[in-house]
C-alpha cells in the first residue's frame, strides 16, 4: 500500500434532504465555488458537486444528520484575513481556532452544521 494514495480526489460533506438551494447560497454564493455536472446515474441521490481550483468538494444529502462530528474539509488560502473579513460581511460567525506551529487557521460552519477549516501556511 505504501506509496499508492498519490493525491485527494474530493472531499464530500453531507446536508439535510432537501436544503440543496441554501447549500448552494453558502457554497457558490458565499464561498464562490463553481458547480460542476455529477454523472446522470448520481443525479438521482441529490446534492451537488462543485469545484474552485484544485479542490472538488460533493455536497451529498443525509436524512439523518449528526449533530456534532469531527469530520470537515480544511481549505489551503492565499489570504487568510480577506476569507475571515468576506465570512463575516455575510454574517458567518468565525470560530478562532488552537494555535499550530507555521499555520494560521480558523474555522467557520456552514448553515447544515458542518465544520469549514481555512488555514494559511506561515513560512
Not at 17 to 44: H, N, S
Amino acid at each position: 500500500m505504501d506509496k499508492q494514495i498519490i493525491g485527494l480526489d474530493h472531499i464530500q460533506i453531507c446536508i439535510p434532504t432537501g436544503k440543496e438551494k441554501e447549500a448552494r447560497d453558502f457554497y457558490l454564493g458565499i464561498l464562490c465555488f463553481q458547480e460542476v455536472q455529477k454523472p446522470d446515474i448520481l443525479k438521482k441521490n441529490g446534492g451537488f458537486w462543485c469545484t474552485t481550483n484544485s479542490v472538488m468538494l460533493h455536497i451529498g444529502v443525509e436524512n439523518k444528520m449528526l449533530e456534532t462530528s469531527k469530520r470537515h474539509p480544511a481549505f489551503i488560502v492565499h489570504d487568510l484575513s480577506y476569507v475571515k473579513k468576506h465570512l463575516m460581511k455575510h454574517n458567518v460567525q468565525i470560530k478562532e481556532e488552537l494555535p499550530i506551529p507555521a499555520i494560521n487557521r480558523f474555522s467557520c460552519y456552514d448553515p447544515f452544521q458542518n465544520r469549514i477549516e481555512f488555514l494559511e501556511y506561515v513560512y
